[in-house]
Nanobody, 114 residues
Framework: VQLQASGGGLVQPGGSLRLSCVASRTSDRFNRMGWYRQAPGKERELVAQILRSGDTHYTDSVKGRFSISADNAKAVYLQMSNLTPEDTGVYYC??????????WGQGTQVTVSS
């Protein structure tokens, strides 16, 4: 499985960004896909994930502002709105295969600043 993330950038507070992660060599037997982020000096944290069933989960700080979607096992997207400086970090896409083996994308930088 190979993951290629894109869509990060510099945005002002209150702005929006859409992250994309294209997956190759995947199987529709995936377990879940998601997005993590790592802020400077902090541990990587789960932001949002989507299960094979279509169920979604979000960390509390992004509920109502972020939306995750997926194109089967081929791509996963993260629509981010009303961004705040606390959303700054490197965002990584994640793919969990049916046997629970995890794969990571290379990360894309999101910076929210005026």
């Amino acid at each position: 499985v190979q993951l290629q993330a894109s869509g990060g950038g510099l945005v002002q507070p209150g702005g929006s960004l859409r992250l994309s992660c294209v997956a190759s060599r995947t199987s529709d037997r995936f377990n879940r896909m998601g997005w993590y982020r790592q802020a400077p000096g902090k541990e990587r944290e789960l932001v949002a994930q989507i299960l094979r069933s279509g169920d979604t989960h979000y960390t509390d700080s992004v509920k109502g502002r972020f939306s995750i979607s997926a194109d089967n096992a081929k791509a996963v997207y993260l629509q981010m709105s009303n961004l705040t400086p606390e959303d700054t970090g490197v965002y990584y896409c994640n793919y969990i295969r049916f046997d629970s083996l995890a794969f990571w994308g290379q990360g894309t930088q999101v910076t929210v600043s005026s």
